[in-house]
T-cell receptor, first 112, second 113 residues
Framework: KQEVTQIPAALSVPEGENLVLNCSFT??????LQWFRQDPGKGLTSLLL?????REQTSGRLNASLDKSSGRSTLYIAASQPGDSATYLC???????????FGAGTQVVVTP | ETGVTQTPRHLVMGMTNKKSLKCEQH?????MYWYKQSAKKPLELMFV???????ENNSVPSRFSPECPNSSHLFLHLHTLQPEDSALYLC????????????FGEGSRLTVL
């Protein structure tokens, strides 16, 4: 059974610092890995999708890496801003129908 | 139009009520999903529809009844719910079931009294 773990559970940094969020998964046979952002009481916003054949994916200040062999993905957010405060979730599909196994998330607070 | 729209955003119902949640996607996707997010728990998949056909029912109690009349609309019919069913219900869509990026709606916050 696929298990997804995110460490740390919470993170507080001053504005301008780089953020490093970790995601690990137990079964390396994944099709892809997706990172999401969730604001309190809101839905999920897709940030990046990395296919299993890719090592990294970039979008603006966000960069996600994928190491299937070690079962890890890392989300880097450069030059953090207060608007980056949210919960960040990673997820991997566990069957051919799109069932995603989510991590519990990392709650990020960026202080001005 | 935003990609995935859910209504209502908030719903309070008694255990004997019948209500429905609605989801509409404007992305031309073929697959739609219902997820449940309870406090302090990871998101849980409830149902998957591919081209209006239910392809996965993740052991969800029968008091939750999904309906997908076409590839753009998805409903979740609720009846005789329990207080522990209170949660954020999220709808999502993807180009095809099982592949590609998932896009979520804002969710419907359900409170069962």
């Amino acid at each position: 059974k696929q298990e997804v773990t995110q460490i740390p559970a919470a993170l507080s940094v001053p504005e301008g610092e780089n953020l490093v969020l970790n995601c690990s998964f137990t079964d390396s046979a994944i099709y892809n890995l997706q990172w999401f952002r969730q604001d309190p009481g809101k839905g999920l916003t897709s940030l990046l999708l990395i296919q299993s054949s890719q090592r990294e994916q970039t979008s603006g200040r966000l960069n996600a890496s994928l190491d299937k062999s070690s079962g890890r993905s890392t989300l880097y957010i450069a030059a953090s801003q207060p608007g980056d405060s949210a919960t960040y979730l990673c997820a991997v599909p566990t069957d051919s129908w799109g069932k995603l196994q989510f991590g519990a998330g990392t709650q990020v607070v960026v202080t001005p | 139009e935003t990609g995935v729209t859910q209504t209502p955003r908030h719903l309070v119902m008694g255990m004997t009520n019948k209500k429905s949640l609605k989801c509409e996607q404007h992305l031309g996707h073929n697959a739609m999903y219902w997820y449940k997010q309870s406090a302090k728990k990871p998101l849980e998949l409830m149902f998957v529809y591919s081209l209006e056909e239910r392809v996965e029912n993740n052991s969800v109690p029968s008091r939750f009844s999904p309906e997908c009349p076409n590839s753009s609309h998805l409903f979740l019919h609720l009846h005789t719910l329990q207080p522990e069913d209170s949660a954020l219900y999220l709808c999502a869509s993807s180009q095809e079931a099982g592949t590609g990026e998932l896009f979520f709606g804002e969710g419907s916050r359900l409170t069962v009294l």
